[in-house]
């Protein structure tokens, strides 16, 4: 054999070799990497790489579907004066001839079976039956609504009930991954995963008072009064809208609508204490009013203005001497630019506290004390 054959040769040789060493150590590092995987000494690295199961199993226990029962009394008008029906109507006794024509989801906040759900879920009920996760189920009471705020406050009687997890300051952000829970179009609880979309959204003309978490987590007829968790488990929102692309369409678009857990622990807490949210009212109505802002550097910027549009006969405003047409420029010295923020201010206000009012009127600038009043309940 010649001196480059032999050359040629040897350099076949050592590829080969080369090869077969490169080619066992890479499929080594592959059977080490799937043992790694896959012993238990490395359980809680592989749950990370299937998903949420354990969040969400840790969730589940506190989800719950109500059923809005009622009576038709209109086909059977007799049934008014049946004691069975009173009894039920009370939560004593569960008739025989009641009718299931709504359903919706609800989340235990409470080891004393206190239960956050959706206003509109259960009004009109004669019964609301809850069940657990577990399959048991029960008769729940209504402890009070906040319509205000689409929020409900029911309460059963159960033993060994596991709440979901508040967390003390909610820090969610747009980004952050969420887990809806609840009951789609009756099919039994189902989760479905999202993000925060946004924060904060309000003027849509749902509730009086809204500060919507937005999210594209899919959220369906059923999923109303459900929990919107994050990945650590905790209890961030209350499911409670979403929008159609159409009048007619029932598929969810990616833009859905939950109640904070701020607001919405607040009005449990009152709805706990009072039946009710007791909130302070001025007794106007208002609008928003563009103005052109004077000087070089803001020609052209506009500043929106609060005009009282009309004022209730026999209101705290009213006995102030506030009038049609007064421009608002400040409560308590603080100043106001939002019709939303001032509702919100005057509603966080306890009845009875003593609100400056600064306003324009034909020009000339005055300010007056309000004695807020309680405003009235809406229906």
Do not use: C
């Amino acid at each position: 054999m010649s001196k480059t054959s032999k050359q040629i040769a040897l350099f076949i040789l050592l590829g080969v070799t080369t090869g077969l060493i490169l080619g066992w150590t890479s499929n080594s590092k592959v059977q080490l990497w799937i043992q790694e995987l896959t012993s238990p000494l490395n359980k809680g690295r592989a749950d990370v790489a299937l998903g949420y199961a354990d969040t969400v199993e840790k969730v589940l226990p506190a989800v719950v579907r109500i059923y809005r029962i009622s009576f038709d009394t209109s086909a059977n008008p007799a049934l008014l004066d049946d004691p069975h029906y009173q009894q039920f109507i009370t939560g004593e006794l569960v008739a025989e001839q009641g009718t299931v024509y709504g359903l919706g989801s609800g989340v235990i906040i409470s080891t004393r079976g206190h239960i956050l759900t959706n206003h509109h879920v259960i009004a009109g009920a004669d019964q609301l039956e809850v069940k657990l996760n577990d399959n048991r189920s029960a008769i729940a009471q209504i402890i009070g609504v906040d319509p205000e705020t689409d929020l409900a406050l029911l309460k059963i009687d159960l033993p060994d009930l596991q709440p979901a997890l508040i967390p003390q300051q909610d820090k969610s952000r747009p980004g952050d991954i969420v887990l809806a829970i609840g009951n789609p179009h009756g099919l039994g609880t189902s989760v479905s995963m999202g993000i925060i979309s946004a924060l904060g959204r309000n003027q849509l003309g749902l509730n009086t008072f809204e500060n919507f978490i937005q999210t594209d987590a899919p959220i369906n007829s059923g999923n109303s009064g459900g929990p919107l968790i994050n990945t650590s488990g905790q209890l961030i929102g209350i499911n409670t809208a979403h929008f159609y692309n159409t009048g007619t369409s029932t598929r969810s678009q990616g833009l859905g609508l939950a109640i904070p857990i701020s607001t919405a622990n607040q009005v449990a807490n009152s709805l706990l204490k009072d039946g009710k949210v007791i909130r302070g009212w001025l007794g106007i109505t208002i609008d928003l009013i563009s103005q052109q802002m004077s000087g070089s550097l803001l020609q052209h910027s506009e500043q929106e203005q609060i005009r009282v549009s009309g004022v209730y006969v026999g209101s705290p405003a009213h006995k102030a001497g506030l009038q049609q047409d007064d421009i608002i420029t400040a409560f308590d010295g603080r100043n106001i630019t939002s019709a939303r923020a001032a509702m919100d201010y005057i509603a966080e206000l306890t009845p009875g506290t003593s609100l400056n009012i600064t306003f324009q009127r034909q020009g000339q600038a005055q300010t007056v004390a309000v004695m807020l009043g309680v405003r009235p309940l809406s229906q």
